[in-house]
């Protein structure tokens, strides 16, 4: 079975601008987190979705929203970016959001703000 | 708030070595810990899960343990090889929380 499957796998963006990032869970998961590591950091949680519905969020600004879609699919939008943007977008999924389930990460999306 | 801390940041060790990594957490009140692997500029690949009934977790030459008590988790790699090179972090899932809460990991370097 295929993994999380993230795309882009990089981008470089100019201040300012909005950004769009996909990620796929594995079949039959229905729970999708995402988080955002800063190089030499621990990844900081962001949300988490669940049958569509958020189910969590991080300390991050209101630029930052997703969704998730009938097939589980979900999407990170971050509008004005800024230069402390710049990260690993990371994208979990797990069967449910129940904590007893092991989250499998995605290869990430490598945001550049410059 | 749970926060969770990894020592030494970094650490070298000559092949065939036996590896000791460490986490600490502060909120003793977690559903499970899990230790994942991290190569530069990649995702992260899931090691081992200790739920928090369990005290450990063995999957070939990785061992992790777990202390609830004193909130701490070592993870162990017997006879490091250079291919274990990379970075370790270890994540705690706090009760009534819905996030994975990380250390900054430990950047591990296995000299051949």
């Known amino acids: 079975d295929a993994g999380v499957t993230q795309s882009p796998t990089h981008l470089i963006k100019t201040r300012g601008q909005q950004v769009t990032l996909r990620c796929s869970p594995i079949?039959?998961?229905?729970?999708v987190s995402w988080y955002q590591q800063v190089l030499g950091q621990g990844p900081q949680f962001i949300f988490q979705y669940y049958e569509k519905e958020e189910r969590g969020r991080g300390n991050f600004p209101d630029r930052f929203s997703a969704r998730q879609f009938p097939n589980y699919s979900s999407e990170l939008n971050v509008n004005a970016l800024l230069l402390g943007d710049s990260a690993l977008y990371l994208c979990?999924?797990?069967?449910?959001?129940?904590?007893?389930?092991?989250?499998?990460f995605g290869p990430g999306t490598r945001l550049t703000v410059t | 708030k749970q926060e969770v801390t990894q020592i030494p940041a970094a650490l070298s060790v000559p092949e065939g070595e036996n590896l000791v990594l460490n986490c600490s957490f502060t909120?003793?009140?977690?559903?499970?810990l899990q230790w994942f692997r991290q190569d530069p500029g990649k995702g992260l690949t899931s090691l081992l899960l200790i739920q928090s009934s369990q005290r450990e977790q063995t999957s070939g030459r990785l061992n992790a343990s777990l202390d609830k008590s004193s909130g701490r988790s070592t993870l162990y790699i017997a006879a490091s090889q250079p291919g274990d090179s990379a970075t370790y972090l270890c994540?705690?899932?706090?009760?009534?929380?819905?996030?994975?809460?990380f250390g900054a990991g430990t950047t591990v370097t296995v000299r051949a």
């Open positions: 979990a999924s797990s069967p449910s959001p129940g904590t007893a389930y092991e989250q499998y």
């Open positions: 994540a705690a899932h706090s009760l009534n929380d819905y996030k994975l809460s």
């Open positions: 079949s039959g998961h229905k729970s």
């Open positions: 909120d003793s009140a977690i559903y499970n």
